[in-house]
């Protein structure tokens, strides 16, 4: 009793802190924008010079013209209200922001639980295989992956691939969501959910096929970061004394390096897979943009092209509110792994 009451008192503490964290991330994205040059409502004419009294008349409809502290308190009051305001921009004019980021999300999601399973899967594997086989060609090879995939530009083998699997063999599409107009019947808007929800297996595997080179893509570049991370805590519980009483008690090898060092070496990893995911939304962006993907990364980069101050700012809202609330399950996961986190 006392242990599940110690969990929901550092799970409570833990959301309180995220508050504080979500309120400077959302305050410090409004005042950013704010100083960088620029003007939103120039941007919307382009090379052309409207008169002085059009510019202005656009200024108060979109509440530029007031001091800055009502435009923040707007902005917030309507942040906790679920309105992230009206796109300004060139490209989404007139659009309401959560309409336009609710439609490109599941893309997003999509490629990064994707992508996460790659970069898991192959980082976990060399990691542990790199660890258990110290000193060895074995070892050199995995540091020599790790250290290579993870400095290799998102976009650079992104194009390889599409060169590769698509152009050459033509085994997968090179781009975008989707091929043809029979879409999955939207309830997600995740291609891959919704195709199994309505049973439909040439959907799904349709979705899937356009889901392989984007995360693959983003998920090895990724992946170097687990290599590194459980590598490094595998030869450090390799040699520990737990592990020594293991093999002399005549435990099997195998058993010592999954039962005994793979597990303690995990709990370090868990804890650091929130900063991944921080990462992993970061490198979305060039993952949408060398596949052609409608997410919300391809959003944002529109967005700051046409100066879109109101897009902007809502899909860095949003991509703040997955992080922290991704790290808040994190941290409460390590502490479930690892009861000393807690105390």
Same mark, same amino acid.
């Given at each position: ?22 309120? !400077?991330?959302?305050?410090? &994205?409004?005042?950013?924008?704010? #100083? $960088?040059? @620029?003007?939103?409502?120039? /941007?919307?004419?382009? *090379? ?64 990064? !639980?994707?992508?996460?399973? &790659?970069?898991?899967?192959?980082? #976990? $594997?060399? @990691?542990?295989?790199?660890? /258990?086989?110290?000193? *060895? ?207």
């Amino acid at each position: 009793m006392a242990r599940g009451n110690s969990l929901l008192a550092y799970a409570i503490t833990r959301a309180a802190l995220a508050l504080p964290m979500l309120l !400077i991330l959302l305050t410090a &994205v409004f005042f950013v924008l704010r #100083i $960088l040059p @620029g003007d939103p409502v120039l /941007a919307l004419w382009g *090379s052309r010079n409207p008169p002085p009294e059009v510019l202005e008349r656009a200024r108060r409809a979109l509440g530029l013209d007031q001091p800055l502290w009502v435009q923040y308190s707007t902005y917030l009051s309507g942040v906790f209200r679920g309105d992230l305001g009206t796109s300004i921009g060139e490209y989404y004019l007139g659009r309401p922001v959560v309409e336009e980021i609710g439609n490109r999300l599941p893309a997003t999601i999509e490629i990064a !639980i994707g992508s996460i399973v &790659v970069a898991s899967t192959v980082g #976990i $594997l060399t @990691g542990v295989v790199a660890g /258990a086989k110290r000193n *060895s060609w074995i070892e050199i090879g995995v540091r020599l992956w790790g250290i290579v995939i993870w400095v290799i530009p998102i976009f650079w083998l992104g194009v390889i691939f599409q060169l590769v699997f698509a152009v050459w063999l033509g085994w997968l599409p090179p781009h975008g969501r989707w091929r043809g107009t029979d879409f999955p019947r939207h309830v997600t808007g995740m291609y891959t959910v919704d195709s199994l929800l309505e049973g439909n297996l040439v959907h799904f595997k349709t979705a899937v096929e356009h889901l392989v080179l984007p995360c693959l893509t983003l998920g090895l570049v990724l992946s170097g970061f687990f290599t590194s991370t459980v590598r490094a805590n595998m030869l450090r519980t390799m040699s520990a004394d737990y592990t020594e009483a293991a093999r002399s008690r005549g435990v099997p090898e195998t058993r010592v390096v999954v039962r005994h060092a793979f597990k303690n070496a995990m709990v370090p990893v868990v804890t650091v897979l929130g900063l991944q995911f921080a990462i992993l939304f970061a490198g979305a962006v060039l993952t949408e943009k060398t596949f052609s993907i409608e997410g919300i990364g391809l959003l944002l980069l529109s967005s700051v092209v046409s100066k879109d101050m109101t897009m902007i700012q809502g899909v860095v809202v949003v991509y703040a509110a997955i992080i922290v609330v991704i790290s808040l399950v994190i941290d409460i996961l390590g502490a479930v792994i690892d009861p000393r986190i807690r105390l």
